[in-house]
Every structure is written in C-alpha cells, then in structure tokens.
C-alpha cells in the first residue's frame, strides 16, 4: 500500500492562509488523493480529494504536484474551528472498493 | 439528513470481558466500515462491509473480535475476551457504495479496558 508522510503538526494564525503539505512519492497511477480532517472528539470528515488535475471546494483547495508525488492542502483563511488533525490519505480502488489507509496525520493549531 | 450513529459513547471494562458495539449508518449506505483508533494514531480499519457481506476483514484479530450486519443496515462489533491493548475509540462509517470517494464517520466508542 502507498504511504504518505506528513509533517506532525503545524501552526497557523487565524484568518490567514494555512498550506499542509503531503509527500506520496510511490502513488501509483490510479490512487486517489484524498484528505480528511478530525476535530477534537469527533470521527474524521472529508474534506476534498483528487486524481491529477487542482480541486476547489467549499472547504478547501487541494494542489497535486505534475509528477503527483506531492500535495498540498490549502485552507485559505484559518479559523479557530480549523484546528483539528488532517489526513492526506491514498485511496487505491481494489476488487473490494476503495481502501483507505490512514496515516498519523498534521495537528494544525490556530492561534487567535 | 441524520448521521451516523454509534452506542454507546463510552465504555469501561475490565480486562477479559466482553463488550458489544453499535452502529446504525445513513439510510441507503450499503457500504459500512469499522474502525480502531489508538490515542495518536490515524484510525485503523478493522472491517468492511457490503450490505451484509464482508469485503475486507484483513486487520481483525478474528481469535477477540467479530463483527455482523445481519440485515445489511446496523452492525454490532464484539470484543470477547478484551485486552488491555484494545483500549481506543472505534469509530463506525458508512457510504453509499465502495467505489464512493466521501465516507461518513460517527462519533465513535471511546473503550477503556482496566
């Protein structure tokens, strides 16, 4: 299974930009890049995924390198309510669906 | 549109006994997952389910843990006998099918084994 690697936390302040980067330097061709975030004491929620191309959402941005052995999750103004642990997650499709492994993730902690 | 649900919300036990857990997914998911997750780590999954058939159950330690989704709607997960490594929150999530990208998480179990 593809592995990503994430830095262990990250600090931000609020109403600024925050970037959470995400290295995936053996993706295969057909893994989806998924992100999802975990608020304190409640199960994680998605936030955005992609294959090749940039994403936009309501939530956030999500740039995937040319080569897609990076990413790079952008919250384009912090609040308080974005302190939480993201995960950059592979989602390889497999004869049972997609499987989600999930990894330490980044703590983002926003300061006021 | 109700969310997943999950009973109880804590749990405290002692170690070799049994514990049940339970999940109600969003209406029309077919597709519900159980998870582990120990303090610090991303959650870990324990086992898939399609309807009311098992797609992946890899990572359950089948000699303690079992799980069913008889109707293909609830599930219960069981832990029998418990150790003190089993000590996590279990989240339960759902999604329509398994080619879904988004899964819906509930609260989660918060179990503590003595």
């Known amino acids: 299974d593809a592995k990503t690697t994430q830095p262990n936390s990250m600090e931000s302040n609020e109403e600024e930009p925050v970037h959470l980067p995400c290295n995936h330097s053996t993706i295969s061709g057909t893994d989806y890049i998924h992100w999802y975030r975990q608020l304190p004491s409640q199960g994680p929620e998605y936030v955005i995924h992609?294959?090749?191309s940039n994403v936009n959402n309501r939530m956030a941005s999500l740039a995937i390198a040319e080569d897609r052995k990076s990413s790079t999750l952008i919250l384009h103004r912090a609040t308080l309510r974005d302190a939480a642990v993201y995960y950059c997650?592979?989602?390889?499709?497999?004869?049972?669906?997609?499987?989600?492994?999930f990894g330490a993730g980044t703590r983002l902690f926003v300061k006021a | 549109e109700a969310g997943v649900a999950q009973s109880p919300r804590y749990k405290i036990i002692e170690k070799r006994q049994s514990v049940a857990f339970w999940c109600n997914p969003i209406s029309g998911h077919a597709t519900l997952y159980w998870y582990q997750q120990i303090l610090g780590q991303g959650p870990k999954l324990l086992i898939q389910f399609q309807n009311n058939g098992v797609v992946d159950d890899s990572q359950l330690p089948k000699d303690r843990f079992s799980a069913e989704r008889l109707k293909g709607v609830d599930s219960t997960l069981k832990i029998q006998p418990a150790k003190l490594e089993d000590s996590a929150v279990y989240l339960c999530?759902?999604?329509?099918?398994?080619?879904?990208?988004?899964?819906?998480f509930g609260p989660g179990t918060r179990l503590t084994v003595t």
């Open positions: 997650i592979l989602r390889a499709f497999n004869t049972g669906g997609f499987k989600t492994i």
């Open positions: 999530a759902s999604s329509f099918s398994t080619e879904s990208y988004e899964q819906y």
């Open positions: 992609g294959l090749t």
